[in-house]
């Protein structure tokens, strides 16, 4: 066969049609390829060793199955692929490469292609010969543990009937707001609501953001940012990113964990997607056109499988109360300190002594009862448990540590909650320590 003399320009050893015939001929044929140390080519969620993968193109181009890529591997060779457009990132070791699926960057570029019309067509093209290589074993993913009712119940200090409560109402709005005093464990308990629905502690199926009012629509939807180059590029946020992941993955339910919803303006954030929200108007049937993405590209939906788990503290008078809209369209459970026999139990397992447990939730209990009382205050400013959910190991060390929470924590609560009286809160804190 005739064979082109390679250039030293990097432009002319390969054309990105030429690498993504190579791709397909890989997936199509599951072929093996030698295992990069380094880098890998990362595309629809696809891994693969560079350097194999241009070696092969180039096999492909030249209709020569013995040709070598003239350029070594590492930054030279990924440097042409690169110039082609292609992702070149750092090897996660516990991919297969060429194999196994990874959901970020796969949600990524085609999330890209979703909202940005950046997708390629590629025609099939036909088969070439070329060498087979042997791959390195690699090492499969880690099998996250799994994660049951009696595990919940185990750390969770509410009883049987309030989790099934907040899990009713999650199965049936799909999105559930978690309310209550500081302290009262709302994100501990979103992330184990996740937990059980999933049957695992599996961490690649959630993703949490907190919101803050410098938080918006370009963080969460969709907007311009700037690239490396200082060019702005239309870039897809958290949510639609999310929602790829879970439309790939139809069969097991994804979750989008939002800590402090009330801190943000919601109805900026979230935009036209309130509407998507809603438990009836999940799927491709109620797709909705983003302001920002163009013409031509299809229209986003909030697929029936992803679930919304949010958190308000009530006691931030700096929030403004939350947009009626938004409220609609969550199924909303109130959280209240827990001081009781579950909590006890707990600290007496951390070897904090029985009549120090006993003191703490006699005090905590008095306190907010004070704190509900006030007609200033009122119960939604209560304080939570998890202020002592962190006890030292040595029971000896369990007065020290039980006072400087109190003296560092709960004291400068008390003084911003009664910061009209000074000496009311001075009196309280005297009474916790005494």
Known sequence: MPATTPVADSTNLLTREQVLRALRQIDREGRRLPASTVYEL????????????AELAYRLARRDPAATWPRPAGSPTNAVLEQLDFTISTKRPVLMPGSAHDGDEAARQQAEELYTGSGRATPPSPRLPAAAAVAEPAEPY???????????????????????????????????????????GKTFLARRLAWLLLGSRDEGRIELVQFHPSYGYEDFILGFRPDQQGRFQLVPGTLPLLAQRAINDPGRPHFLLIDEVNRGNVPRIFGELLLLLEADKRGPAHALRLPYAPPDAPRFYVPENLYVIGTLNLADRSLSPLDYALRRRFAFVSLLPQFGLPFQEFLRSHRVPAPLVEQLCARMAALNQTIADDPELGPDFQVGHSYFCQPPTDASQAPGWLRLVLEQEIGPLLVDYWREQPQLATAQLRKLLA
């Open 42 to 53: 990362v595309y629809k969620g696809r891994r693969y060793p560079p350097r194999a993968v």
């Open 142 to 184: 880690a099998t996250p543990p799994p994660y049951s009712r009696a595990d919940a119940l185990a750390e969770l200090f509410i009883d049987e009937s309030s989790l099934d409560a907040a899990l009713a109402g999650l199965a049936r709005r799909r999105n559930l707001l978690l309310q209550g005093p500081p302290g009262t």
